[in-house]
């Protein structure tokens, strides 16, 4: 048997498939969403229509409230990095204090529960 080849992920940190809304605010303009799954380096969201094409790289803020646990929202900012007809992903670079622990006890609940 041939061994397998290395192969490289490109993300630093763990995804969770997490419930929660997501509200993107760039410039006056707004798109809220789902998450569909959330790191501490990004998130993915789900989004009833398609972002423009015109903010992809674009700086943005991006309002994070999950479902489960504390039910605040988390205000962050970040970069848009992927437009999809029905998605978006925004890599984060400013996170509130807190918002590793909490992806910690996310972490830890999922693990849990598999």
């Known amino acids: 048997m041939k061994p397998r080849p290395f192969i490289h992920d490109r ?3 763990t995804r969770v498939a997490l419930k929660g809304t997501t509200i993107l605010r760039s410039g006056s303009f707004l798109l809220r969403g789902r998450i569909a ?4 380096s990004g998130v993915c969201t789900n989004t009833r229509t398609t972002a423009p094409e015109r903010l992809l790289g674009a700086q943005v803020e991006i ?5 489960a646990g504390d039910s605040s ?10 437009i999809g007809a ?10 509130p204090s807190g918002f590793d622990r ?8 999922a693990d849990r529960n598999d």
Not at 74 to 82: F, N, P, Q, S, T
Not at 86 to 95: D, G, K, N, R, Y
Not at 102 to 109: F, G, K, N, R
């Open 102 to 109: 909490l992806l910690d006890e996310m972490h830890a609940v």
């Open 63 to 67: 309002m994070i409230r999950l479902d």
């Open 37 to 40: 799954n959330l790191s501490r």
């Open 86 to 95: 029905t998605s978006m992903a925004v890599t984060l670079e400013h996170t």
């Open 11 to 13: 993300r630093a940190f």
């Open 73 to 82: 929202w988390l205000a962050c900012k970040g970069r848009l990095v992927r």
